[in-house]
């Protein structure tokens, strides 16, 4: 399901991103983690939510608002456009290493 480096994953999903508001409203560094998990999961639908932490950070969350589970988090400033996004490997990383897991636990061997 993975496929090679690279690769998408074409099949939907829902992601739940939550950030701060920030001094601009944390838009730039939202759109950029749903950006982000569109390289991996670009039919994927991705929420987005505000929360309150300090220091600021952008949680990447599988599921929706409602049910969710987190995936990874990264400080907020590693999002912003000035700093060229370096949060975007770490991001990348935490989606792949999921997916490997959850293809993993899908063909292992069943032990009655």
């Excluded at 944390?26 to 039919?43: C, K, L, M, S």
């Amino acid at each position: 399901m993975c496929g090679g480096a690279g690769s998408t994953l074409l099949s939907p999903a829902n992601f739940f991103v939550q950030y701060n508001a920030s001094c601009d409203g944390g838009v730039q560094e939202r759109d950029a983690a749903a950006n982000i998990i569109r390289e991996v999961f670009p039919n994927a639908n991705v929420y987005a939510g505000l929360h309150e932490t300090k220091p600021n950070t952008v949680v990447v969350n599988v599921g929706t608002p409602q049910y969710h589970a987190p995936v990874v988090s990264v400080p907020q400033r590693d999002l912003y456009k000035k700093y060229k996004h370096p949060a975007r490997p770490v991001i990348l990383n935490a989606l792949r290493e999921m997916v490997e897991k959850e293809d993993s636990s899908s063909t292992a061997p069943l032990l009655l």
